[in-house]
Nanobody, 123 residues
Framework: QVQLVESGGGLVQAGGSLRLSCAAS????????MGWFRQAPGKEREFVAA????????YYKDSVKGRFTISRDNAKSTVYLQMNSLEPEDTAVYYC????????????????WGQGTQVTVSS
């Protein structure tokens, strides 16, 4: 069992930056692929980024490449999402999630989810 708690969301102007954090409970954090998803009102939850267990590979949604950076600190059982050059289209609730798979970009491939943190980008 893994419990995930996100933090760091908020209101920011377009072009600004935010850093999301996701703290995990348990001693098996390093066993999971970690991902970030987001869900805007009236839309389906979508993949944003993922990072593998040993920090050798990262994966990104095309529209966030070059602006967002996912990272993890296995010693702190925490995964981060640094978001730069934010756009109004990035407004959504952001969720972190954990998967036992080596690579996963679909919500159904993730077993554990946090409660989400709101990110609002004003124009």
């Amino acid at each position: 069992q893994v419990q995930l708690v996100e933090s760091g969301g908020g209101l920011v102007q377009a072009g600004g930056s935010l850093r999301l954090s996701c703290a995990a409970s348990g001693r098996t954090f390093g066993s999971y692929l970690m991902g970030w998803f987001r869900q805007a009102p009236g839309k389906e939850r979508e993949f944003v980024a993922a990072i593998d267990r040993i920090v050798t590979s990262t994966y990104y949604k095309d529209s966030v490449k070059g602006r967002f950076t996912i990272s993890r600190d296995n010693a702190k059982s925490t995964v981060y999402l640094q978001m730069n050059s934010l756009e109004p289209e990035d407004t959504a609730v952001y969720y972190c999630a954990a998967s036992r798979l080596l690579v996963a970009t679909r919500p159904s491939e993730y077993e554990y989810w946090g409660q989400g943190t709101q990110v609002t980008v004003s124009s």
